[in-house]
């Protein structure tokens, strides 16, 4: 992935106006009020980060939240990495943007594997650029290992291709029990959680490389440095009718035939971008294996099934706090929240 000085940043637009706008008041007074001592360099304040499943608004939320706070926003949907992967994965539009700048949108070709390690150190990096120009930082996605990786003490062990290589010819070869038994014998947490193929090799991999099991990577939920996790608590049969409505509506401004330049452009050839919600499903349209029809609906279920495991991996983190999405409230207290979080004093 390139770094968080490339693409990222030539495509994030920013404006200087003449006269301080009320969030860059606001920001003016959060530094003064984050100065420790006379003369002290001013301390970061916490990163924010906006999360819950898909379709429930985050998007808006954190443009909200840049416009209230003089903030940037960096994407935490793996899928939006990918250039040309726009109405399939609901990317926000220059205009939806409304003048802030976005950081991580559109930096890989659909052919490039997405990184959760290269995520980590460009989103930091990104982090404390924004911090260090006086703004506010907000991450926003579902994608929920990308979000702990920017902002948990998390460590990524190394890649071996050969290693992968040999695993990858030994599912083909004989299937994936094996390799989940001998998961079983090093890694049994591994092993109960892990559902597909390509994460078993993963463990495996990483088991072969440094004699420690997978679930030894994952750590206790600590801060890399201080944060506030925004929840968007939805009602769950509204949710699902708007998935429903939101993918009809994909269907109705192009998303067949975003699939079919994305496929002349190598999608089937990459790792990552092939699984995306919805493009799987219209890969086989243009291979006469499903209707139009057909694939709405199968999109529709998996993209329902994919709110119920981010819901259930936010849930899992005590230190996300919720708000409602429907909530007229909601950018005042979200606000409220970010600007009411402490700031440790300097070290």
Known sequence: MPGPQGAAHDAATQATPAQATPA???????????TAV???????????????????????????????????????????????MDIGTAKITEAERRGVPHHLLDILDVTEEASVSDFQQQAR???????????????????????????????????DPEIRGRLEAELATAGPAPLRERLEAVDPV??????????????????ELTGRPFSSFMPAREYFQPAVQIGLEVDRELLRRRLADRVHAMVDQGLLDEVRRLDAAGLRNGRTAPR?????????????????EQAADETIIATRQFARRQLTWFRADPRITWLGWNDPDLVAEAAGLCRATPVPPPA
């Open 24 to 34: 860059e008041d606001t920001a003016q007074q959060d530094t003064a009020q984050n």
């Open 38 to 84: 006379p003369g002290a360099q001013p301390v970061a304040p916490p990163v924010i980060a906006v999360v819950g499943p898909t379709g429930s608004g985050k998007s808006d939320l954190a443009v909200s939240l840049a416009l209230e706070l003089d903030g940037e926003v960096i994407n935490a949907d793996s899928m939006q990495f990918y250039r040309g």
């Open 125 to 159: 990096a990104l982090i404390a650029d924004i911090h260090g120009r006086g703004k506010r930082a907000i991450l926003a996605g579902g994608s929920g290992l990308y979000v702990r990786a920017a902002l948990d003490v998390l460590e990524f062990p190394g890649t």
């Open 190 to 207: 591994s092993a109960g959680r892990l559902g597909d193929d390509r994460r078993i090799i993963r463990a495996l991999e990483v088991f």
């Open 276 to 292: 995306a919600l919805g493009y799987a499903q219209f890969l086989r349209v243009l291979d006469g294996a499903s209707s139009l």
